[in-house]
């Protein structure tokens, strides 16, 4: 099974003003992947998500030049091979660590998917798990800044679809956010759990005073109140209340998840698939975090390939909590790229794939109609 071409693919699509959802980061304009393609000497393919980094271009030229010559003509079942030499020669030792987590990511998951297909294996049962139900919330790009009524609105017909936990966007100001999380907990009760995510949005004397509110309204968790690399922030936060931080969807490769378990600030990790070095690398970091006892819920990227992956990889692990579900209007990498990711079941339940592989279908001619289109996505 000898790797004879890579290929990754920068792909975009404009978000229509009327479905453009604000969040801390920004106003979303439009939205970006990088679907990497590898192909091995038997004919086989296989296809993973790089995460775009707002700057598409830049990784799938990453993957198109400097990885795909480090890994043709390695054998594509050798994932541990293939990430431990990307890591000698370009991770570990030339700069654009960042970057080069989220290009790899997406070239080991295309790995994972040719090895599920050349033994006929879904991907849960390659990493020795089941096909169990795993609990999913509503999140993703969704449930952004709006008036308390109307976040309600938004979120009724999920809770009627199945899911039995919401996320929110916060990180607007402390009043508006206590406003909208009170509103749907007065609206749904304590049947549904509450999570929120500041997408960096907060100062500390920010997170100082929503943390109260948070814990008399029984928040599951505040996610990326402050920047990946902010361990003093992060510190101070874990003394404002008990609900508990949550990080990890810009933090790479186990050698990051360290300092975070170790510090023992942030007790709800979130690496993605597409982002933290693949699968090969995530298993890692869950490893790591199961010696604390601490849970992972992995941070959902654009299409449906990263969606499936985590559901098969929350299937296979034993301290492995939510599937982030992207119910985002109008989502083509969800609904257009690929065949059906997943589906919600009335237990708010997901569950993975059983087709050989990643078990998701990728039509070629999405890509070659939707090409990148360079800037960022949020304004």
Known sequence: MKIVDVRAY?????????????????????????????????????????????SPGSIGHLINTTLKGFVLGM??????????????FQLGSHGMGAATAMAMSGLDQALWDIKGKATGWPLYKLLGGSNKPVPAYA??????YQPPEALVAEAEPMVEMGYRALKLRIGDTVANDIARMTAVRRRFGDSIAILTDANTGYSVAD???????MDELGIGWLEEPFPAHDHRSYALAR?????????????????????????GNITILQPDLSKSGGITEVQRIAAAAS?????????????GVNHAVSIAFLASIDNGGYFEADLSLANKFRDELGSEPWRIGPDGCVRPLDRPGIGVEIDE??????????????V
């Not at 997170?207 to 509110?213: E, I």
């Not at 609900?243 to 360290?258: Q, V, W």
């Not at 010696?291 to 299409?303: F, R």
Request: charge should be positive; glycine fraction near 10%.
């Open 291 to 303: 010696m604390w006892k601490l849970p992972v819920h992995p941070h959902s990227s654009m299409t």
């Open 239 to 263: 003394t404002f209340g008990r609900t508990p931080l949550a990080a990890g969807e810009n933090h790479y490769t186990r050698f990051e998840f360290h300092r975070v378990i170790e510090d």
């Open 139 to 144: 999140g993703g790009i969704s449930l952004g």
């Open 207 to 213: 997170a100082r005073a929503v943390m109260p509110a």
């Open 75 to 88: 054998d594509a079942s050798d994932t541990t091979g293939i990430w431990a030499k990307i890591y000698k």
């Open 10 to 54: 920068p792909t975009s699509f404009r978000v229509p003003k009327e479905r453009q959802v604000s969040l801390g980061i920004g106003t979303m304009t439009k939205r970006d992947c990088v679907m990497v393609k590898v192909t091995t000497e038997d004919g086989l393919v296989g296809w993973g998500e790089s995460h775009h980094a707002r």
């Open 365 to 378: 001619k999405f890509l070659e109609a939707h090409p990148v289109i360079e800037g960022p996505g949020y």
